[in-house]
C-alpha cells in the first residue's frame, strides 16, 4: 500500500488567503511528487455521496433490456449505459468486467455545438427514475464546484494569472462515470486486471472509492494499492494537466483489479472546453525549461482516447471531427503513457 498525502481543503472554501495559500502549496506539491492524492474536508456531504451511490446501485440492478434502453450508443454525445459487453482496445484487461453510466455537462438540446454534431456536448441522457436524475445532478453540481477550487488552487500554485485555467470551463467535456464492476468469475489470479493501465485524460480526476481495487504505477514502477477512505476524494493528474504544467505535475497510471465480489465507483473528470487549444502556459516556459508538449486540441485528445475505451465508437470511425489514428486503434500510443508502455516494451 502506498501512502498518498492527505490534504485538508476547507481553506479553499475559506476567507483567510495565507490558510488558503499553503493549501494550494500542499496541493502543488503532492501534484508535483505523486500525481495522486487525497482531499479532505472537501465540502460534499456523506449523505450526498450515499444516495448517488444508492442511486447508481438501483440503476445497475435494473433488468437489462430497461438498461440497454439508455445504451450509450444510441446517444449522439457519449451518454448513457456502457454494458458488460463494451470492450476497451485494452491489452492488460484479461478480465474486464464492469458496466458504467456516463454523463458530463448538461447542456440543452439547441446548443449549437450539439447541433453541428459534437460527439462529446449536449444534453444528459437519464433514466425513467424519479429521483435518478435529482440526485445524480446535485452530485455532478457538488463535485464539479470541488473540482473547479481545487483548479483555482493550482493557479495560484503555478503563479497563474487568475482565471488562467478555470475561464477555460465553462462550457466544460467534464464527465462523470457511475461504475460497477462484478469480479469476473473466470479469474483466479488475484493480480487480474478489469480496468486497464491508463493516465485519465482531462485536467484533475475527483473519485470516490468505497471498495478495494484501484492500483497506481509508483516512482519505482511498481503497482501499489490505493487503500479505501471513504470520507476522502482521490484526486489525480491528467494529461491536460500535465501539459499545462509543463511536467511539473504527473499524469500517473492506474489500473483496477478484479477483487471484491462486486465494487463500485464514481470519477468525476475536471476537464475544460471542448475547442480549448491545450499547451504549457505561457509564464512556466523558459529558456531552461522549453515547452515539452506539442499543442493539442482538449476534444480531441478526449475523443481519440475514447475511441480506445470504447468499441462503439471504434465502430462509428466516420463521424469524427478529427482524424483517427490508425484503423483499429492497435498501435495507438497516447503520448502521456510513456510509462505504462516502457513496462510493456
Ligand atoms: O474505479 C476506479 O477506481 C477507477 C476508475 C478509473 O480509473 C477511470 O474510470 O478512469
Ligand atoms: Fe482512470
Known amino acids: ?37 487525497y482531499i479532505t474536508n472537501h465540502g460534499v456531504s456523506s449523505d450526498l455521496i450515499a444516495r448517488a451511490y444508492g442511486a447508481a446501485e438501483e440503476f445497475f440492478a435494473l433488468p437489462d433490456e430497461i438498461k440497454w434502453r439508455y445504451y ?33 455537462f448538461e447542456l440543452p438540446r439547441d446548443d ?38 481545487l483548479c483555482s488552487a493550482l493557479e495560484l500554485h503555478l503563479g497563474l494569472a487568475r482565471g488562467e485555467m478555470t475561464s477555460l470551463m465553462r462550457k466544460p467535456i467534464a464527465q462523470l462515470r457511475l461504475l460497477h464492476y462484478l469480479h469476473s468469475p473466470s479469474s483466479f489470479v488475484n493480480q487480474s486486471v478489469n480496468m486497464g493501465a491508463h493516465t485519465d485524460y482531462e485536467c484533475l480526476t475527483l ?5 478495494k ?48 465480489p462486486e465494487r463500485f465507483s464514481m470519477p468525476y473528470f475536471v476537464a475544460p472546453d471542448y475547442h480549448t487549444l491545450v499547451k504549457p502556459f505561457e ?20 475523443e481519440r482516447m475514447l475511441r480506445r475505451d470504447f468499441s462503439y465508437l471504434r465502430e462509428r470511425k466516420n463521424d469524427s471531427l478529427f482524424p483517427v489514428p490508425g484503423s483499429d486503434l492497435a498501435d495507438f500510443r497516447n503520448p502521456f503513457e510513456n510509462r505504462i508502455n516502457a513496462l510493456k516494451s
Open 1 to 37: 500500500m502506498v501512502s498518498l498525502p492527505v490534504i485538508d481543503i476547507a481553506p479553499l472554501a475559506g476567507d483567510d488567503p495565507l490558510a488558503c495559500r499553503q493549501a494550494a502549496d500542499q496541493l502543488g506539491v503532492a501534484a508535483r511528487e505523486v500525481g495522486f492524492f
Open 72 to 104: 450509450i450508443g444510441k446517444s449522439a454525445n457519449h451518454r448513457g449505459y456502457v454494458p458488460f459487453t463494451d470492450k476497451g482496445a485494452y491489452d492488460d484487461e484479461d478480465h474486464r468486467s464492469y458496466e458504467a453510466f456516463d454523463l458530463a
Open 112 to 149: 449549437p455545438d450539439y447541433l453541428a454534431g459534437n460527439l462529446l456536448l449536449g444534453p444528459n441522457v437519464w433514466p425513467e427514475s424519479t429521483h435518478f436524475r435529482e440526485t445524480i445532478s446535485t452530485y455532478y453540481q457538488a463535485i464539479s464546484g470541488v473540482g473547479f477550487r
Open 207 to 211: 473519485l470516490h472509492q468505497r471498495q
Open 213 to 260: 481495487g484501484l492500483q497506481i504505477l509508483d516512482s519505482a514502477n511498481n503497482w501499489t494499492d490505493v487503500p479505501v477512505m471513504p470520507e476522502n476524494y482521490i484526486v489525480n493528474i491528467g494529461d491536460i494537466m500535465e501539459a499545462w504544467s509543463n511536467g511539473a505535475f504527473r499524469a500517473t497510471p492506474h489500473r483496477v483489479l478484479n477483487l471484491a
Open 283 to 302: 509564464s512556466l516556459i523558459s529558456p531552461e525549461n522549453p515547452p515539452r508538449y506539442e499543442s493539442f486540441l482538449a476534444g480531441m485528445h478526449l
